[in-house]
C-alpha cells in the first residue's frame, strides 16, 4: 500500500484481517517478517516506537495511556523525548490546541477530562512532534457526534497542512466522510484500494467480509407500550464507584416486552455506576429494580440470574470473562444456575462443555474449541461469546453495555440481530451504547444518560444523530440548572 | 544489552521446569555456601537429599520420618494454596498452627485424667477450631477496616509464640513436672494420645489426613463450585462480583481453611510425635508450608512432592548437623535458598530473555 502526502487514508478491515499489526510495524512495534518499508524514498526499519516518532510516525491508540492524576501538561511531558520547561511546555499546548480547534487546559487533571479531551491530549502529544504521519486508531469510538466532527476539522486541516493521516474505524459512515482514499484488507491482504466517497458503507462492509451481510432486521414491528412493564427501574441513586466516575441520581425507566430500551451518552456519565447497579454487582443507596413487579435491588448477581436478570458488561477480558480460563469455564461463570450446570455445588463438567460448544456454534464464535483461553480470542469472538452466553439461558431482561465496541461490522451486525431476535422472542433487552448508529438500529426507545441523569425517553422513530446528540446536551444542561 | 520482554501466555515448559531446576540450583549454590563454612559441598549435599532415602543404615529409619515430617506441611500447604489461589495471603500459619496445638491440647489437659473414646475426636475438632478463629483475626479485620491480611497474620505468629510460652509456663504446665517448663505429656494419656499406626515408622493419623486433604483439595479445586469461586476470585476481583461471589465471605472462607488445617496439622503434631506443649513446641512448618505451597505450584499433588523434598531436607539437614557439625542455621538457609531461587526463576515462565545490542 502507499501513502501520499496529504491524504486522510481509510484502513479498513475486520478484526484479525492485520490492521493492527500493519500499524504497528509502522510504528516499531512489530518487526516484519518479510519485505520492506519506504518512507520519504528511503529504507524505513523501525525497531521501537521511538525511532518511528523521531522519523516522523505518530500514533494515537484506541485505548488511552493517561494518568488521571497527573495534569495535561505532565501527561505530555512524560510522553515527549525532548525536555521542555513546563511553561514552554504549557504554551506549546495551548497553541496547538487552538490552531487546530482542539483547546485544552494544560494544568486541568486527566481525571477530570471527558473521553474526548482525553483523546485531544493524545493528538497532541503527537502533534508537539510534527509528525509526517499520523496514525489513529479507532478515534471515534469515544466521541459525541459533535465532538467527532470538531475532530474531522482538525484532522482535515491537519491533512491539508501536508500531514498524512492514516485513519483507522469501523465506522463506514465516518470513513465516507473524511477519508479520501481507502485500503481494505482481509485475512492479512490488501483486497481492495477505492476511494470510499464513491461506495456505499455496505459496499465498503462487503469488501471487507467478502460476502454480502444485511442489516439486522426485526421481524416484529416496532413496539408501543401495551399492558404493564416487565422491567421497572425506579429512582436509583448511587454514588460513583471511582473518583473519577459519576454517581447516578434519581435514575427511573421501564420496559414492556418484547422492547429495546437504548441508553446511550459518552461513557464515563454513569454508565459503570449504572450497570453495577443493575446487575448486583455494588447496591444502590436508594431506589428499586422490579422484574415483573418483585423487586431484586438488594440481591447478588447470582440471584438476580436465577430470577432472569442477565448482562453482559462491556470490558469482555477482567468482567464479563476471565482471561486465563478456558472457554468452558467461562461458561460456567454465569450459566450455572439458569442451565444446571452443578449440582450440590458439584460442577458437571460434561454438561458445561456441551453448553460451551453450543455457544460456540449457534453464535459463530471462531476459537479452535472450547479448551482454548478467553484471552485467545479476538474482541469480537469473545464478544459473541459473552452475548451468547448470556441469550441462550433465555432472559427474561438482558442488559448489554457497549454490545460492539471495537467489533467489526460483520460480528456487530450478527450480534445487534441476536439482540434484536431475543426482543422479538418477547424478552427486554436493555442496550447502554455510545454508539448512536447502533441504538437508532436497535432500539424501540431511546434515552441518553448524561452527568448522572437519564433524560427522557424518545420513540427512535423519526429520532436522528442530531436529535440523540442534542438530547446528551439537553440533559447536561438540566444537570447545570439544578 | 539483556532485555526481558514479557510472554503472552507464562510458558508452560518453564513453569513445569523451574521446581526441578531451583532444587538442582540450590544444591549448587548450598553446596558453596557449605564450602564457604569449610565443609565438603558434595558430602554435604549427598547427606542432606541421597542419605535418608538410600544409605542401607539409614533409610529403613528416615524414609517413614520423611512421611511424618511431610504430614504437616502437606495439611498447612493444602489450606494455604486455596487462598493463594484466590489471591489472599495468609503468611500466619505457623501461629495458627501453634493455636490449634494449644486449643486441642488444652481440651486433653482439662480433662485429663478422664478416659473416654471422645476425647480424641473432640482435641481434634477444638484444634481445627483454634486455628480457625486465630485467622479470623485476620479475616474479620481485612473485611472491616480493609488492613492487609498478610502482615495481620505474620505479625499475629509472634503473639502466639508468646501465647505459646505463658501456657506452658503457667495455665497448661505439668502439675508433675517438678517445675520444669512444659504440659503433660499426652502420649501417655491414652484417651488423647495419636499414637502410631504401624509399630516402629512413627505414622500416625495425621499422615492419613494429608493425604486424604491432597485429593479433597483435588476434588474441590476441579468440580466443585466453591472451588472454582475461588479460582475466579484470583483472576480479578471485578469478575468475582460479577460471577456473584460474596468477596467477604471468600476472605472468610480462605483464611478459616488455612488457618483450620493448620490448626488440624498442630494438633495432630502435638498429640503425635511431640507429645507435649512446651515453649520450643513449633518449628517452622506454617513457614515451611509456604515454600511447599509455592514449589508445588499450587497443585495439590505438586505440593506433596513439595513436602516430601522439604521434609527430606529436615531429615537430611539433621543428619547433616548430627554427622558433619552443620550449623542448624545453614539448614534454614538452604531451605530459604530454594524458594528464592523458585521464585526469581519464575521469571523465566513470565519473560522472555533477549539480548539486543545497544542503540
Given amino acids: ?482 | 544489552m539483556l532485555v526481558f520482554e514479557r510472554r503472552r501466555q507464562p510458558s508452560k515448559f518453564w513453569t513445569t521446569i523451574t521446581p526441578v531446576l531451583a532444587v538442582v540450583l540450590t544444591m549448587i549454590v548450598g553446596g558453596i555456601m557449605f564450602a564457604l563454612l569449610g565443609k565438603n559441598p558434595v558430602e554435604a549435599i549427598r547427606t542432606i537429599f541421597w542419605s535418608p532415602l538410600f544409605d542401607p543404615n539409614l533409610s529403613a529409619y528416615a524414609r517413614p520420618q520423611i512421611l511424618v515430617k511431610a504430614a504437616p506441611l502437606v495439611l498447612i500447604a493444602i489450606g494455604l494454596s486455596i487462598g493463594f489461589k484466590a489471591n489472599i495471603w495468609n503468611i500466619g500459619a505457623e501461629g495458627q498452627y501453634i493455636m490449634g496445638a494449644i486449643f486441642g491440647g488444652g481440651v486433653a489437659l482439662a480433662l485429663y485424667p478422664l478416659e473416654a473414646w471422645w476425647i480424641f475426636p473432640l482435641m481434634i475438632l477444638s484444634g481445627i477450631l483454634g486455628g480457625i478463629l486465630w485467622a479470623m483475626l485476620p479475616a474479620l479485620l481485612k473485611i472491616k477496616f480493609r488492613t492487609n491480611e498478610i502482615l495481620v497474620s505474620l505479625m499475629l505468629v509472634y503473639v502466639s509464640e508468646h501465647f505459646l510460652a505463658s501456657v506452658s509456663l503457667g495455665l497448661l504446665r505439668n502439675p508433675d513436672g517438678i517445675g520444669f517448663p512444659g504440659s503433660r505429656n499426652l502420649q501417655q494419656y491414652a484417651s488423647a494420645s495419636n499414637g502410631e499406626l504401624f509399630t516402629g515408622t512413627g505414622i500416625h493419623l495425621g499422615v492419613i489426613a494429608a493425604f486424604v486433604s491432597i485429593f479433597a483439595l483435588y476434588g474441590l479445586i476441579k468440580f466443585h463450585r466453591i472451588g472454582f469461586q475461588v479460582r475466579v476470585t484470583g483472576q480479578s476481583e471485578r469478575i468475582s462480583r460479577f460471577a456473584g461471589v460474596n468477596p467477604n465471605l471468600m476472605v472468610i472462607f480462605c483464611l478459616a481453611t488455612g488457618g483450620g488445617l493448620a490448626g488440624l496439622a498442630g494438633i495432630f503434631e502435638l498429640s503425635g510425635p511431640t507429645g507435649q506443649l512446651s515453649i520450643d513446641f513449633n518449628v517452622g512448618y506454617g513457614f515451611t508450608a509456604i515454600i511447599v505451597a509455592f514449589l508445588g505450584r499450587l497443585n495439590p499433588f505438586g505440593m506433596a512432592l513439595a513436602a516430601l523434598l522439604m521434609a527430606l531436607t529436615y531429615i537430611g539437614g539433621e543428619l547433616a548437623q548430627f554427622m558433619l557439625n552443620l550449623p542448624a542455621a545453614a539448614i534454614q538457609a538452604l531451605q530459604g535458598m530454594l524458594l528464592f531461587i523458585l521464585l526469581s526463576m519464575d521469571f523465566l515462565s513470565q519473560y522472555r530473555i533477549k539480548i539486543r545490542k545497544l542503540a
Fill in chain 1, 1 to 482: 500500500m502507499e501513502l501520499e502526502e496529504g491524504e486522510i487514508c481509510a484502513l479498513l478491515g475486520e478484526n484479525g484481517s492485520g490492521k493492527s499489526t500493519l500499524v504497528k510495524m509502522m510504528y516499531g512495534l512489530v518487526k516484519p517478517d518479510d519485505g520492506k518499508m519506504i518512507f520519504r524514498s528511503k529504507d524505513y526499519t523501525p525497531t521501537n516506537p521511538n525511532e518511528a516518532r523521531s522519523a516522523g510516525i505518530a500514533m494515537v491508540f484506541q485505548h488511552f495511556s493517561l494518568f488521571d492524576a497527573l495534569t495535561v501538561a505532565e501527561n505530555i511531558a512524560l510522553g515527549m523525548s525532548d525536555h521542555l520547561s513546563f511553561s514552554t511546555l504549557s504554551k506549546n499546548i495551548e497553541e496547538k490546541g487552538k490552531a487546530y480547534g482542539l483547546a485544552l487546559n494544560p494544568d486541568n487533571l486527566v481525571g477530570s477530562l471527558s473521553a474526548g479531551e482525553r483523546q485531544r491530549v493524545e493528538i497532541i502529544r503527537c502533534l508537539l512532534q510534527n509528525p509526517k504521519i499520523l496514525i489513529m486508531d479507532e478515534p471515534t469510538s469515544v466521541l459525541t457526534p459533535q465532538e467527532a466532527d470538531i475532530l474531522f476539522e482538525a484532522l482535515k486541516n491537519l491533512a491539508e497542512e501536508g500531514t498524512t493521516i492514516l485513519y483507522i474505524s469501523h465506522k463506514l459512515e465516518e470513513i465516507k466522510e473524511l477519508c479520501t482514499k481507502a485500503t481494505i484488507l482481509r485475512a492479512g491482504k490488501v483486497v481492495a484500494t477505492c476511494n470510499p466517497e464513491e461506495k456505499s458503507a455496505r459496499q465498503l462492509a462487503e469488501m471487507m467480509v467478502g460476502t454480502s451481510i444485511g442489516a439486522p432486521k426485526r421481524t416484529g414491528e416496532v413496539r408501543s407500550h401495551e399492558g404493564t412493564p416487565l422491567f421497572q427501574v425506579k429512582d436509583i441513586e448511587k454514588d460513583a464507584s471511582s473518583s473519577f466516575g459519576t454517581g447516578l441520581q434519581k435514575i427511573s425507566f421501564e420496559v414492556w416486552q418484547g422492547e429495546v430500551f437504548g441508553i446511550g451518552g459518552i461513557a464515563g456519565n454513569g454508565q459503570d455506576e449504572l450497570m453495577e447497579v443493575l446487575s448486583g454487582e455494588a447496591l444502590p443507596k436508594k431506589g428499586s429494580i422490579l422484574l415483573d413487579g418483585k423487586d431484586l435491588a438488594r440481591l447478588n448477581p447470582n440471584e438476580r440470574r436465577k430470577r432472569g436478570l442477565l448482562f453482559a458488561p462491556e470490558q469482555r477480558v477482567g468482567h464479563a470473562a476471565a482471561g486465563e480460563m478456558n472457554l468452558i469455564e467461562n461458561s460456567y461463570l454465569t450459566a450455572a444456575d439458569r442451565k444446571a450446570l452443578s449440582k450440590y455445588g458439584i460442577i458437571n463438567w460434561s454438561k458445561t462443555t456441551s453448553f460451551s460448544k453450543e455457544i460456540i456454534c449457534h453464535f459463530d464464535v471462531r476459537t479452535p474449541g472450547s479448551e482454548n483461553l478467553a484471552q485467545s480470542l479476538s474482541g469480537g469472538n469473545l464478544q459473541k461469546f459473552v452475548i451468547g452466553r448470556e441469550i441462550l439461558q433465555n432472559p427474561e431482561v438482558l442488559i448489554v453495555n457497549q454490545p460492539t465496541w471495537g467489533v467489526d461490522a460483520a460480528a456487530a451486525a450478527s450480534i445487534r440481530q441476536k439482540l434484536m431476535d431475543l426482543a422479538d422472542q418477547g424478552a427486554v433487552v436493555v442496550v447502554i451504547s455510545q454508539d448512536i448508529d447502533e441504538l437508532l438500529e436497535v432500539s424501540d426507545y431511546i434515552s441518553v444518560l448524561s452527568g448522572g441523569r437519564l433524560s427522557r425517553e424518545r420513540h427512535v422513530k423519526g429520532l436522528s444523530r442530531e436529535d440523540i446528540g442534542l438530547m446528551m446536551g439537553a440533559s447536561q444542561e438540566l444537570a447545570l440548572e439544578a
